[in-house]
């Protein structure tokens, strides 16, 4: 069928999404909120009850929708809604907010860095959302639903609030500022394990901040509670509105790939475990309407200080018992949770990703956390900004390629899941040697770099405005032994 070129408008489409929970399987209206299932507790998904009617559109013909949607001059379709069928369309155009988030670049590692790791990959650098970390896809899709919901029930107040590892927190508040009323931000943190950084953002957009103590897996009981009992829209990942969200990372990672997965293997930390979930939940629809034919392999990565995962996953398959652990600290902070929330959304895909494309398609690694922070230093020596989770994901693909489960001709990306700068603490930390003794990280003093003083002892004072550059000049020329021209 001869089509013209899609018209820039925004989509007449409009899909059915109901709850459903993935213990009884009970359904629930998607015009409520819903964190888990009132029939049972169960953790819940969404689901477009109208998804089989989108196969009637071929995968190519999808293709060239989401292609020519890049382009867009409508701001609704700019970001995670480029992907509109996919994601949440019961919500209207007004509705839908963008901050610029989505369409984060795939780097490929600096040539050296790949010659020397012996296989091709790239970073997707989602530092690069506004926030500066993935959290935005979830944020975006998840206000963009609870501004369609407040409208439609005329709702004159909502309390957004969620526990957060610190860019949860910092993603919710830059949101909710942005929409204003009748949205009122509040973020519960693990006092003393965000880093200053991720602190001062949600400060900055004006949230209401409150620390507790303990670690993020109390900070979660408070707010599952609250959520049980009042009135509030609960931002984590346990709202699949995020969930939507976020799987816009895989639609962008199979477009960017001319929509040809083969061969491609990507890397996904792994904490409350909603991120992975959300990839493999994209991938999984895109192959389901034919928008790409193959799967590609996907790898979990976890510290061994935060491994419920890689536990589970390896131990004997009939006699797999899912056990939190208690966490211990990780560089990798972000994703230092004992107790994942998405676990069962994990074990529910991953058996599907598994039975569609074989064992291999679904592996989870765990790594030393010595081994994470240097891997971050090593790619960002090399040019790349990634962040400890992205520096995790670096060292799960090494770990992975030495023990061949991905093989030499595959092409990896890795999840670099925030930016480095907020992270910076830990890069200090190595640099002056003064990890505490439980993060069990020796540095390697040829990886150090700090500041070296020029001018040293001199008084600036002293030194006449016309003579600065020369006395600094030849300091910093005998000290590089540069040679005159
Ligand atoms: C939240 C977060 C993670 C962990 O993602 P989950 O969805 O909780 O598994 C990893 N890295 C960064 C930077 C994060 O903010
Ligand atoms: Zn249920």
Same mark, same amino acid.
């Given at each position: 069928m001869e089509k013209k070129m899609a018209e820039d408008k925004f989509p007449a489409w409009r899909g059915k999404l109901e709850y459903q929970c993935l213990e009884c399987g009970a359904t629930w209206p998607a015009s409520e909120l819903y964190y888990s299932c009132p029939k049972c507790g169960g953790i819940l998904l969404l689901r477009d009850?109208?998804? *089989?009617?989108?196969?009637?559109?071929?995968g190519h013909e999808w293709q060239k929708i989401f292609d020519n949607r890049a382009t867009t001059r409508i701001p609704a379709l700019r970001g995670v809604f480029r992907f509109y069928e996919l994601m949440a369309p019961i919500l209207d155009e007004e509705d839908i907010i963008w901050l610029g988030e989505a369409n984060t670049p795939i780097v490929e590692a600096a040539q050296r860095l790949q010659n020397q790791t012996g296989i091709r990959f790239a970073f997707k650098n989602d530092g690069q959302n506004p926030s500066a970390s993935f959290k935005d896809r979830g944020m975006a899709c998840a206000f963009s639903y609870l501004k369609w919901i407040c409208r439609v029930n005329k709702w004159q107040e909502v309390l957004t609030i969620c526990a957060s590892t610190g860019d949860t927190s910092a993603a919710a508040a830059l949101y909710a500022a942005y929409v204003g009323p009748p949205l009122k931000s509040v973020v519960i943190l693990p006092k003393g394990k965000v880093t200053p950084q991720q602190l001062s953002q949600p400060l900055g957009s004006g949230a209401t901040v409150l620390e507790m103590p303990g670690v993020f897996d109390d900070c979660m009981k408070v707010v599952e509670y609250l959520a049980d009992h009042y009135r509030v829209a609960l931002l984590?990942?346990?709202?699949s509105w995020r969930i939507l969200g976020q799987e816009s990372w895989a639609y962008e990672t199979a477009q960017w790939q001319a929509w040809d997965m083969r061969k491609t293997a990507v890397f996904i930390p792994i904490g409350n475990a909603g991120n992975i979930t959300a990839i493999m939940s994209g991938f999984l629809k895109m192959l389901a309407l034919g928008i790409i034919d193959t799967l590609p392999q996907i790898f979990g990565v976890q510290s061994s200080h935060a491994d419920p995962v890689f536990r589970y996953y390896h131990s004997q398959a009939n006699q797999r018992q899912w056990q939190p652990v208690k966490v211990r600290p990780s560089v990798a902070q972000a994703a230092m $949770?004992?107790?994942?929330?998405s676990f069962p959304r994990v074990r529910l895909l991953a058996e599907k990703y598994q039975q569609i @494309?074989?064992?291999? @398609?679904f592996q989870i690694i765990q790594v030393r956390e010595q081994e994470i922070i240097e891997a971050m230093l090593e790619a960002n020596r090399h040019g790349h900004i990634a962040c400890t989770q992205g520096g995790e994901c670096f060292a799960g693909l090494k770990k992975a390629f030495a023990a061949g489960q991905i093989s030499r001709d595959c092409f990896a990306v890795l *999840?670099?899941?925030?930016? $480095?700068l907020k992270f910076a603490g830990f890069q200090e930390k190595y640099f002056q040697d003064n990890f505490e003794p439980e993060y069990e990280i020796k540095p390697d003093k040829k990886l150090r770099n700090s500041p070296q003083p020029l001018?040293?002892?001199?008084?600036?004072?002293?030194?006449p405005d016309s003579e600065i550059g020369s006395l600094g000049g030849e300091e910093l020329a005998r000290l590089l032994q540069l040679q005159p021209r």
């Open positions: 009850t109208k998804f *089989d009617e989108l196969k009637k559109t071929p984590n990942s346990k709202n $949770i004992g107790n994942p929330v @494309a074989g064992e291999e @398609a *999840d670099s899941t925030a930016h $480095i001018l040293e002892n001199r008084n600036r004072e002293e030194i």
